[in-house]
């Protein structure tokens, strides 16, 4: 079970779009639509944003979106505003009631 | 409204056993969700521990299956990590979390709770 695969990190302006990936494997990312993402801000406990691939829960703004191709998954932030700037990480459900997490990108708006 | 909040000492020392509890308010333990915790050593990032599943199947990360056991206390509506044999690698924050089992994605956090392995 190895760690999903995400940039370290990216960067955008205030009013830009930016696209974080998160690439796994045909057992984790590919197998199955549960891949979920997380926004962490320095000392705070992760944040629930996406699930199954690209749902917001309640109170999400529509601004962010997921979606998957193959092995990979992409978050997606538009029209961006200082207070996205934070990390971001992607799990995915790996099977067998078993999970697995990307490493972390670390989202710096200019 | 679920709720979560770990307890637990800060210190432990190097080959003994790290012991932490969730606390589960706002919902019953014994329903629909995986209650899992999730690791994250300094500057570095989540790793999921383990989870179990309706106070009973219990499921781990394979990499640290050999020494880590997750039960739940449904009187008291909480669950535990127990991690033996630790290291300063097993050094972080540890965070309790829900995973309900219809979109498989950790809904819930606790605050979190920050483990020094050292002597």
């Known amino acids: 079970q190895s760690a999903l695969t995400q940039p370290a990190s990216v960067s955008g302006s205030p009013g830009q779009s930016i696209t974080i990936s998160c690439t796994g494997t045909?057992?984790?990312?590919?197998?199955?639509?549960?891949v979920s993402w997380y926004q962490q801000h320095p000392g705070k406990a992760p944040k629930f944003m996406i699930s199954?691939?690209?749902k917001r829960p309640s109170g999400v703004s529509s601004r962010f979106s997921g979606s998957k191709s193959g092995n990979t998954a992409s978050l997606t932030i538009s029209g961006l505003q200082a207070e996205d700037e934070a990390d971001y990480y992607c799990?995915?459900?790996?099977?067998?009631?078993?999970?697995?997490f990307g490493g972390g990108t670390k989202l710096t708006v200019l | 409204q679920v709720q979560l909040q770990e307890s637990g000492p800060g210190l432990v020392k190097p080959s003994e056993t790290l012991s932490l509890t969730c606390a589960v308010t706002g919902y019953s333990i014994s329903s629909g969700y995986y209650w899992g915790w999730i690791r994250q050593p300094p500057g570095k990032g989540l790793e999921w521990i383990g989870s179990i599943y309706r106070g009973g199947s219990t499921y781990y990360n394979p990499s640290l299956k050999s020494r880590v056991i997750i039960s739940v206390d449904t009187s008291k509506n909480q669950f535990s990590l127990k991690l033996n044999s630790v290291t300063a690698a097993d050094t972080a924050v540890y965070y309790c979390?829900?995973?309900?089992?219809?979109?498989?994605?950790?809904?819930?956090w606790g605050q979190g709770t920050m483990v020094t392995v050292s002597s």
């Open positions: 799990c995915s459900y790996a099977g067998s009631s078993t999970w697995v």
């Open positions: 199954d691939v690209s």
């Open positions: 045909s057992s984790d990312v590919g197998g199955y639509n549960y």
């Open positions: 979390a829900a995973s309900s089992d219809y979109d498989m994605a950790f809904d819930i």
